[in-house]
């Protein structure tokens, strides 16, 4: 089975994002996680202005996230992300936030998202983004 591309969104750890203990705040790396996907489907043409247009708002459903090992001040960070799975009216990536000088993953995530129309109600995945994401979505 050919893997997914995956998307890739690269930081540098800023100190006001640290904890008392020096490492990355948990908190932060949601933000980090968020990020990587807008980046992603902005890359697409998928911003927020034009997912509106299509009638359509995406919002967090469910995040399962995993804390490996920490970030500290300065560490050089890559997010990669692809789609593992694609439903109805719902979309779950697969995330790693990678320390790219010592290739550890430090954080797992599973972002799952639902698709609604401009009033609140779940509402298919517009064809056109199914299409868009599928050499990012893993097949199978």
Do not use: C
């Not at 399962?64 to 960070?77: M, N, R, S, V, Y």
């Amino acid at each position: 089975m050919k893997e997914p591309k995956t998307f890739s969104f690269f930081l540098k750890v800023r100190k006001y994002e640290l904890d008392s203990f020096g490492h990355v705040n948990n908190a932060v790396y949601l933000h980090y996680l968020e990020t990587a996907i807008d980046e992603a489907m902005s890359s697409l043409g998928y911003t927020v202005p034009r997912l509106k247009e299509l009638g359509i708002i995406i919002l967090v459903k469910e995040l399962h996230i995993e804390f490996k090992h920490p970030a500290l001040l300065g560490d050089e960070l890559e997010v990669r992300s692809y789609v593992s799975e694609a439903r109805m009216v719902r979309g779950t990536w697969h995330q790693q936030i990678i320390n790219r000088k010592t290739a550890k993953v430090l954080v797992e995530a599973y972002n799952t998202g639902v698709f609604l129309d401009l009033e609140g109600k779940p509402t298919k995945i517009p064809r056109e983004i199914v299409e868009a994401l599928l050499p990012y979505t893993k097949q199978g």
